[in-house]
């Protein structure tokens, strides 16, 4: 894990902006908050189909998760509802959201070709290594949680080997594939923002926002795109390899690697496990279909 930029060493109440290409983005926002010693503080701003996935859809909105909806049904007063109930509890957070709404795959050029011609169509610069931001779900979270955050995390994630002998950007690493080291190493860029130089105004808001994903295009382009070959797989600045200690990681392996041993070696530990995930996913399901 290589890091650049203004990272913390105290945890603080943030929104989290990043660019999203595959599942691993998720646990890029972990990588960050366990070296806080925030690991339990990280929260997401999920679309709104996930809610459905058996047993994790539950617990992320139990554990103060956010589903939205795209587009013309983006419920923004649920969302303000939500973030409220847990300020007023003084929840911890480590919101992080995609502004982007999807995943930018180098093998679907259509979802790339429109973001870029709706840039185009509305003034704003085409963007090449990312996709045009939607400003709805970062506006909410700003204003109705200005006066509880610290600050704004701007995170930009690079994965090494996702260029092809072209030197066209391939299908960034799958979760199996990122566990299993087919991606050598990532980089994530971070850029702490102060909440004063961020307008508040959802019009100027988005603006700002698109301005900070051409930061993002132009670090992309240089990790990917550098004539000097020197420069590329890396982006511009100081960097530090970031590795955790065994303190950090081993407890939790051995707790969790233990309590899920113990249950499958056993006939009644095996009925157990497999009636949480049916009757768990049943509940959870009814759960986040009646309590948004």
Same mark, same amino acid.
């Given at each position: 894990v290589i890091i650049y930029g203004d990272l913390?060493?105290?945890?603080?109440n943030v929104i989290y902006l990043s660019n999203h290409q595959c599942t691993v983005d998720w646990i890029i926002a972990d990588m960050l908050a366990i070296r806080q010693n925030a690991l339990g503080h990280v929260r997401y701003v999920l679309k709104d189909g996930l809610k459905w996935l058996p047993l994790y859809g539950w617990y992320f909105s139990q554990h103060g998760g956010v589903y939205v909806k795209r587009s013309a049904k983006f419920n923004e007063k649920e969302m303000r509802e939500k973030l409220r109930a847990q300020t007023k509890a003084e929840t911890p957070m480590y919101l992080v959201i995609f502004p982007e709404g999807t995943r930018y795959n180098p093998e679907i050029p259509k979802v790339i070709a429109d973001s870029q011609s709706f840039a185009e169509k509305e003034g704003l610069a085409i963007l090449k290594h990312v996709l045009t931001p939607r400003v709805k779900a970062t506006h909410v979270a700003i204003d109705t949680m200005k006066d509880y955050l610290d600050a704004v995390y701007d995170v930009t994630?690079?994965?090494?080997?996702?260029?092809?002998h072209k030197g066209q950007r391939k299908l960034a690493p799958s979760m199996t594939e990122f566990l299993c080291k087919e991606c050598p190493r990532v980089h994530i860029f971070i850029d702490?923002?102060?909440?004063k130089d961020i307008p508040e105004e959802?019009? +100027?808001?988005?603006?700002?926002l698109h301005e900070r994903f051409e930061i993002k295009d132009?670090?992309?382009?240089?990790? +990917?795109?550098?004539?000097?070959?020197?420069?590329?797989?890396?982006?511009?600045?100081?960097?530090?390899?970031?590795? *955790?200690?065994l303190k950090k990681t081993l407890p939790s392996l051995l707790f969790l690697g233990g309590l899920t041993a113990s249950m499958l070696l056993t006939e009644s530990g095996r009925? *157990? +496990?497999?009636?949480?995930?049916? +009757?768990?996913?049943?509940?959870?399901?009814?759960?986040?279909?009646?309590k948004p």
């Open positions: 913390p060493k105290n945890k603080e994630v690079a994965y090494e080997g996702t260029v092809d702490r923002i102060e909440l959802q019009i +100027y808001m988005r603006r700002w132009k670090l992309l382009i240089e990790f +990917y795109d550098a004539k000097d070959s020197k420069r590329r797989n890396k982006f511009p600045g100081k960097s530090v390899h970031s590795k *955790l200690s009925k *157990l +496990y497999v009636k949480t995930w049916i +009757y768990g996913t049943l509940i959870g399901c009814l759960w986040v279909s009646i």
